[in-house]
């Protein structure tokens, strides 16, 4: 029998992958679409290498939330489609996988269903392709292998079988006996996977998976108030134990432990650290750098002046409207290069905020300043990132500084967007916790992010207005592959105006694939001439309902690199969606530049 | 308030893990059984570290599987109880928790319950000590705080209480609101963690644990022989993803992909590799070493007669009863240290073996032979554990070493009863997946064991008749902090006189806690004098319903050590139970040497 492995099994580059699979025998591939977004190769490329190592081009996967919507939505679907059946031409794929849709404005009308889907069938035909609709074991109202089949028996059209997934089949339990029922011409495909059994029961959740007041979903502080109400006096006693704890410094874990106890006694009112004072902006970021000309030539390409000078300390001070960057070359720079080292948070009230960090067990660093300085409150974050608390005074760090004769700086830059930090392996529950906690920041939902080499983990937290906002990431596990810089995203009015005079200054942006934009085009609609704009200057997209995200990216100075970003006012994101196309980037960018 | 935190919640050794929580500010401790067994410390050692550090000890945990049984098991557990009280009274420690019985052996019967945890209650009351009863989320019966509660209130006992847990709650979505319901001098303690929501669907599923046909638990055969009765004569095509598969290198992760559908086309009888050929037995281990002379020592004092050498390379034979080392110190040594490098098998056919493990992708190595030796077909574990595969004749490997004077070796070690080899961290399914599929071995479940820095996964695959056993493991994450290395376990009729031989021959055991041995007593019923043996020797011991394994190790030399192992016929175990405290045992005698 012939074999195939879908390119989201293997770990790597797009061309990483398929040279693995022939190399083992495989006799093709699924081309899984975000490996192709992610790929510099064009469709035609591709088509090419996969033919010189033998291998065919079994499946394009996936074509997601395509049926039983009302009719406008469905015609949107079919542009789309219509985009998709295209770039297979391309690509030498003659079967797309439709997986049942998820999508919550989808009917359950299997009639709707089986009609969308001929028609969609028709349209492939017109390509030479074959549609195989599977059902997702999670899919909002086709859920069953023999449910996706009787629509697909109904739709009748001779393009269109079904798929069939061990996974989605096995996992909900479904007897598979019933396959037998189905002819075997309409079954286009056949997916293999196996799964662990039981996948999670309570006693695994347990073992595996408990942590620290806080740093879950459960409601703890509900369920502590209660028992306070009964007269209970005893110790509030911490049981917990995780994969991650069970390897981390007792140390520090104990530290992050204690935390969530004392914001756990401030939520039920039962004492606890001094009230939180949230920053209300970024004063400044400050790389550490060992070399501060490549830095120089980038922020002056982005726009910035060189406008002050520490009086004390080999520290300048780079602006562009309230964005402030300070490059410091002083002692505390290490030979490995250039890093975000410390963030300057506004606060209203420094002392009260370093306050409460202390109460909350954060490390306090001795002041570094000389006779004549202003005093900064600072403290550490678990990730060693140092985070000062300003005044807005006037006598207040800034005062430090000695302005120097400069340029003006362009007019592109607004102020600092956000900041991403990436965390140790073993900290992540802890920095959210610690930023939620000491500074008194919202903490939104964890998101996965697919990098070529592993699965991210990625959570923001911010402020109210939004002001302060900073993107906790850590890799799934320890490894020297995946991408371990942190970034500083400017906020600006007119991201292709300020790519461009980026570009006009000399300096270089992170290349997209076509592939990305060619996909884009697919998902959206756009103006005249916007999306050539965005292709030609490199600029990734994402929308929400609250508006539009345009962003794009340096390249990287040793661990930092810069994001130019666009937000229109509502949209919250922080450009997640795009964020595996701008890792595959980053790879590829090192790679090139290794080799 | 006061808190508290339980000694599972940290890495490390019991000392370590006291020192943080002292440390952070904690007010007290829950001691938790194993970490005290694991220690060196004895329970008044432990109380004065607990005064020193300002820690009090709040709870010892966990008493299991206590009430609501018949009146002899029952009689056997109030023993036990009795035992860990005067512990207790040892350590300073005034509550213990009892969790809600999960043997399968306890009935639904709430007044059963009431009336033994009432007589368990008094005895605690006589070591001045109370009992705190938690219902655990998976109790056979009882797994909800208000039954848990009712039972208490039944039972009316001024030293019996109950014990709340957050998880044990939270977890089954019970309403936490009913807690106010009770006295709040009858809540004795309580354990908060928190947990991720949702802890696992079947889209988290699919997306972090999906893995090759073989390597879980679903019938992925059986499935895929529904689909060829239709007729589908399209590729069988792999759509794996998890968390270790994204940041795998694509080759490996690729071959064993291929091999997972060629052993799943064996299964469904679509063609496939030759038949397995299932290895008979040990016929040797062979150790690398820079260094001979440790080793020599070593397996002098364990018996071994140094019976031959290779007639053309520097490779001696070691040799007592059938079991076989073979100690190399020629040109694939490393200077990093000794290791188990090849691992001989006994095969009634090493050519058919050779080629179904070719036919299934693994790597045929090089016949490394001077002229006139005898032909060795080999192939390389994903561990790169090499594999020979040795015919019984006598002009087979044997040939190739000439006997040399020696003194009669010791009687004591009959054969190699297991190899335990640590496999890389990606590379556990995959082990087992080879072993299976290759070696035609049958695979056993996985077994957690906490490591004191880490936990660790531990597979089985033996023969049929046991005389080929490999105990394949590996740790949660790559750290250093994790004992690495490989094992031999030597079979013996005796191990107390195999242990003490080894002993009187200068040899030394791996010291291991008195704290085990008192649990022991408290588990087990032993011999007059059996148990002091045990624990003037440093036996480890466990019992199932077969019979009981008794074992000892001896120190480690590089990245190998022995375990000298008795087995009661029909004991099919490898003293999974004891590894945590070999594991300590080990980290402590590592900590040790090197201060």
Same mark, same amino acid.
């Given at each position: 029998?012939?074999?195939?492995?879908?390119?989201?099994?293997?770990?790597?580059?797009?061309?990483?992958?398929?040279?693995?699979?022939?190399?083992?025998?495989?006799?093709?591939?699924?081309?899984?679409?975000?490996?192709?977004?992610?790929?510099?190769?064009?469709?035609?490329?591709?088509?090419?290498?996969?033919?010189?190592?033998?291998?065919?081009?079994?499946?394009?996967?996936?074509?997601?939330?395509? %049926?039983?919507?009302?009719?406008?939505?469905?015609?949107?679907?079919?542009?789309?489609?219509?985009?998709?059946?295209?770039?297979?031409?391309?690509?030498?794929?003659?079967?797309?996988?439709?997986?049942?849709?998820?999508?919550?404005?989808?009917?359950?009308?299997?009639?709707?269903?089986?009609?969308?889907?001929?028609?969609?069938?028709?349209?492939?035909?017109?390509?030479?392709?074959?549609?195989?609709?599977?059902?997702?074991?999670?899919?909002?109202?086709?859920?069953?292998?023999?449910?996706?089949?009787?629509?697909?028996?109904?739709?009748?059209?001779?393009?269109?079988?079904?798929?069939?997934?061990?996974?989605?089949? *096995?996992?909900?339990?479904?007897?598979?006996?019933?396959?037998?029922?189905?002819?075997?011409?309409?079954?286009?495909?056949?997916?293999?996977?196996?799964?662990?059994? &039981?996948?999670?029961?309570?006693?695994?959740?347990?073992?595996?998976?408990?942590?620290?007041?806080?740093?879950?979903?459960?409601?703890?502080?509900?369920?502590?108030?209660?028992?306070?109400?009964?007269?209970?006096?005893?110790?509030?006693?911490?049981?917990?134990?995780?994969?991650?704890?069970?390897?981390?410094?007792?140390?520090?874990?104990?530290?992050?432990?204690?935390?969530?106890?004392?914001?756990?006694?401030?939520?039920?009112?039962?004492?606890?650290?001094?009230?939180?004072?949230?920053?209300?902006?970024?004063?400044?970021?400050? *790389?550490?750098?060992?070399?501060? %000309?490549?830095?120089?030539?980038?922020?002056?390409?982005?726009?910035?002046?060189?406008?002050?000078?520490?009086?004390?300390?080999?520290?300048?001070?780079?602006?562009?409207?309230?964005?402030?960057?300070?490059?410091?070359?002083?002692?505390?720079?290490?030979?490995?290069?250039?890093?975000?080292?410390?963030?300057?948070? %506004?606060?209203?009230?420094?002392?009260?905020?370093?306050?409460?960090?202390?109460?909350?067990?954060?490390?306090?660093?001795?002041?570094?300043?000389?006779?004549?300085?202003?005093?900064?409150?600072?403290?550490?974050?678990?990730?060693?990132? %140092?985070?000062?608390?300003?005044?807005?005074?006037?006598?207040?760090?800034?005062?430090?500084?000695?302005?120097?004769?400069?340029?003006?700086?362009?007019?592109?830059?607004?102020?600092?967007?956000?900041?991403?930090?990436?965390?140790?392996?073993?900290?992540?529950?802890?920095?959210?916790?610690?930023?939620?906690?000491?500074?008194?920041?919202?903490?939104?939902?964890?998101?996965?992010?697919?990098?070529?080499?592993?699965?991210?983990?990625?959570?923001?937290?911010?402020?109210?207005?939004?002001?302060?906002?900073?993107?906790?990431?850590?890799?799934?596990?320890?490894?020297?592959?995946?991408?371990?810089?942190?970034?500083?995203?400017?906020?600006?009015?007119?991201?292709?105006?300020?790519?461009?005079?980026?570009?006009?200054?000399?300096?270089?942006?992170?290349?997209? &694939?076509?592939?990305?934009?060619?996909?884009?085009?697919?998902?959206?609609?756009?103006?005249?001439?916007?999306?050539?704009?965005?292709?030609?200057?490199?600029?990734?997209?994402?929308?929400?309902?609250?508006?539009?995200?345009?962003?794009?990216?340096?390249?990287?100075?040793?661990?930092?690199?810069?994001?130019?970003?666009?937000?229109?006012?509502?949209?919250?994101?922080?450009?997640?969606?795009?964020?595996?196309?701008?890792?595959?980037?980053?790879?590829?960018?090192?790679?090139?530049?290794?080799?």
């Amino acid at each position: 029998m012939r074999t195939s492995i879908a390119t989201v099994s293997l770990s790597g580059s797009l061309t990483e992958k398929l040279t693995a699979a022939a190399r083992a025998g495989f006799d093709g591939v699924e081309i899984f679409e975000n490996d192709l977004l992610a790929a510099p190769l064009s469709p035609e490329e591709v088509r090419a290498r996969c033919a010189d190592l033998g291998l065919t081009v079994d499946l394009y996967q996936p074509l997601r939330d395509i %049926e039983a919507v009302p009719a406008e939505v469905f015609a949107r679907n079919l542009r789309r489609a219509r985009h998709k059946f295209d770039l297979m031409r391309r690509l030498g794929a003659d079967t797309v996988l439709v997986c049942s849709s998820v999508d919550p404005a989808a009917v359950d009308d299997d009639a709707l269903a089986a009609g969308q889907l001929s028609e969609l069938a028709g349209l492939a035909a017109d390509f030479g392709i074959r549609v195989a609709y599977e059902a997702l074991a999670w899919g909002r109202h086709v859920s069953t292998y023999d449910h996706a089949w009787r629509i697909v028996e109904a739709a009748d059209h001779p393009a269109l079988g079904t798929c069939l997934d061990s996974f989605h089949i *096995l996992s909900r339990g479904c007897d598979p006996e019933g396959i037998e029922d189905i002819p075997g011409e309409k079954i286009f495909f056949l997916q293999l996977a196996d799964a662990p059994l &039981p996948a999670m029961d309570v006693l695994q959740w347990s073992r595996h998976h408990r942590c620290f007041p806080g740093q879950g979903g459960f409601d703890v502080a509900g369920l502590v108030r209660h028992v306070l109400r009964t007269g209970y006096d005893g110790p509030l006693s911490l049981e917990v134990f995780n994969d991650v704890v069970r390897q981390s410094e007792a140390g520090p874990t104990a530290v992050d432990a204690r935390r969530s106890l004392l914001m756990l006694q401030e939520e039920v009112g039962a004492a606890g650290p001094p009230a939180p004072v949230v920053p209300t902006g970024f004063a400044f970021a400050e *790389l550490l750098t060992p070399d501060a %000309e490549p830095l120089a030539a980038l922020l002056g390409a982005l726009g910035f002046a060189r406008t002050a000078r520490h009086r004390g300390k080999p520290v300048d001070l780079w602006q562009q409207g309230e964005a402030r960057i300070l490059v410091n070359t002083g002692a505390a720079v290490r030979r490995d290069g250039t890093r975000l080292a410390a963030v300057g948070l %506004e606060s209203p009230d420094p002392a009260g905020a370093a306050r409460r960090a202390e109460a909350l067990l954060a490390p306090v660093l001795p002041r570094r300043r000389a006779p004549g300085d202003a005093p900064l409150d600072a403290v550490a974050a678990p990730d060693g990132t %140092e985070l000062f608390f300003c005044g807005t005074r006037p006598d207040g760090w800034r005062a430090d500084f000695e302005d120097v004769e400069h340029a003006p700086a362009a007019p592109g830059v607004r102020h600092i967007d956000h900041l991403a930090l990436t965390q140790p392996w073993h900290h992540f529950d802890e920095a959210a916790l610690f930023h939620r906690s000491v500074l008194g920041l919202r903490a939104e939902d964890s998101v996965d992010v697919a990098d070529p080499y592993g699965l991210l983990r990625s959570r923001a937290v911010s402020n109210a207005d939004g002001s302060v906002r900073i993107a906790l990431t850590v890799g799934a596990a320890p490894t020297d592959d995946t991408v371990h810089a942190q970034h500083i995203a400017l906020a600006t009015d007119d991201v292709v105006a300020a790519a461009r005079r980026f570009r006009d200054a000399g300096g270089r942006l992170l290349p997209i &694939p076509a592939n990305y934009h060619d996909d884009l085009a697919a998902r959206h609609d756009f103006a005249d001439g916007e999306l050539d704009t965005y292709r030609e200057v490199g600029i990734l997209y994402d929308r929400d309902e609250h508006g539009a995200l345009r962003h794009c990216y340096t390249r990287t100075i040793g661990g930092v690199f810069f994001e130019l970003l666009q937000r229109d006012p509502g949209h919250r994101g922080y450009g997640a969606r795009n964020a595996p196309v701008r890792l595959a980037a980053q790879h590829a960018a090192r790679t090139h530049a290794g080799g």
